[in-house]
């Protein structure tokens, strides 16, 4: 397959590339780094099934040769509000993404006659309140709260997905991703799983946002690509949700990331930090993907915090010297 994979510099994205690289196919990747990072695309500069197209996903895409995949997964992806690759402050680059990113996306995938993915998120359910969230249920979105402008951004994106598929006939698929973290995750993007091994590596406290109460379900990055893959090739065009669905509290999450980094500067509760409509609980029901792609997560919780502990290890070291 030829493959046009948009946010291939990102931390999904990248392992997204990799994986179809090995699997033999061509790869056209599409970012403008505006939270990409350059090094996660490095290995592949002397790689003949691999080129770059250096370009806003908001703008018109124009490829000239064949396709038969489109990937739309560029778009901010962090809720952090003190790091400036946040969502919240790329409020208008966030909705453009997610809104003339998937038009564009989409409009390239039925000229080429390519078969299209979007990459959505959890946070279709808003602040749910069914758990855990299965595909059925429809969420609990505030339209002008912090979150919106990344939440309606997808819902839209969805909704324009399914336009094409059933106006257009486009080849869709729709994955929605719970919280995923591996390797090649940016260390100052703000999101906990960065945050956290960072504080446990330097011996510093972690920071809490809020009680702690709230909880996540973590899914190790080989697990999610593993998922996508699967979706890629099934003739599914409903929503599939795959993430781990190991329920954990924020509070006891960070302290597992202390246990295997031997920190023991403790937690420190920061109330004000929580940003507004935070979930309380995120959960996937993946009974769907089990069901129809027989995918289910490999990777525990201790050994994907290991492998990316080890990860972010290095990348502190070569910081440093
Ligand atoms: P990331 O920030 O590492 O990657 C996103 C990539 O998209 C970056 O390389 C960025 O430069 C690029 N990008 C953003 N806007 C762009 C634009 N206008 N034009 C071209 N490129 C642009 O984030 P990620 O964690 O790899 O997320 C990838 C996708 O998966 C996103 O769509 C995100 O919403 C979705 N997702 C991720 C998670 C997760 O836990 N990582 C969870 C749910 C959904
Ligand atoms: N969080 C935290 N400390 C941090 C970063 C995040 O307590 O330093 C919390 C955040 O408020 C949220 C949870 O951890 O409740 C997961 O946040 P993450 O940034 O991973 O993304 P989210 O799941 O909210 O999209």
């Not at 951004?153 to 324009?160: D, G, I, S, V």
């Not at 993007?189 to 809490?208: H, M, W």
Request: glycine content about 8%.
């Amino acid at each position: 397959m030829r493959v046009l994979i948009s946010g291939a510099a990102g931390f999904l994205g990248s392992h997204l590339t990799d994986r179809l690289i090995k699997e033999g196919h061509t790869v056209i990747g599409l970012d403008n780094f505006i939270t990409g990072n350059r090094a996660n695309l490095a290995h592949l500069t002397k790689e003949a099934n691999f080129s770059l197209m250096e370009q806003d996903v908001s703008t018109f895409i124009k490829v000239n040769e064949p396709l038969d995949y489109v990937l739309h997964l560029a778009s901010p992806a962090s809720p952090s509000k003190t790091s400036p690759l946040g969502y919240p402050n790329l409020p208008i680059q966030t909705m453009k993404a997610g809104a003339l990113g998937t038009h564009n996306t989409l409009g390239l995938a039925k000229f080429h006659n390519a078969k299209f993915l979007l990459a959505s998120t959890s946070e279709v359910y808003g602040d749910p309140l069914v758990h855990p969230q299965p595909e059925s249920y429809w969420g609990n979105c505030d339209p002008v709260g912090v979150r919106s402008v990344y939440d309606e951004a997808k819902r839209f994106a969805e909704a324009l997905t399914m336009a094409y598929h059933n106006f257009h006939g486009v080849d869709t698929r729709i994955v929605r991703i719970f919280n995923t973290f591996g390797p090649r995750m940016r260390l100052d993007d703000g999101r906990s799983v960065p945050n956290f091994i960072q504080q446990a590596l330097r011996k510093e406290p972690l920071t809490i946002y809020g009680t702690g109460e709230q909880t996540r379900s973590f899914c190790y990055v080989d697990d999610l690509i593993d998922g996508i893959r699967l979706l890629m090739d099934s003739g599914e065009h409903m929503p599939v949700n795959i993430g781990n669905p190991q329920e954990v509290s924020i509070i006891d999450f960070a302290l597992l990331i202390n246990e295997l980094t031997g920190n023991t500067a403790g937690l420190q509760i920061n109330t004000s930090e929580r940003l507004g409509d935070d979930p309380e609980r995120r959960q996937p029901d993946i009974t769907r993907a089990k069901t129809i792609l027989g995918w289910e997560p490999e990777v525990s919780l201790r050994q994907g915090l290991s492998k990316a502990i080890d990860y972010m290890c290095t990348k502190l070291e070569q910081k440093r010297s």
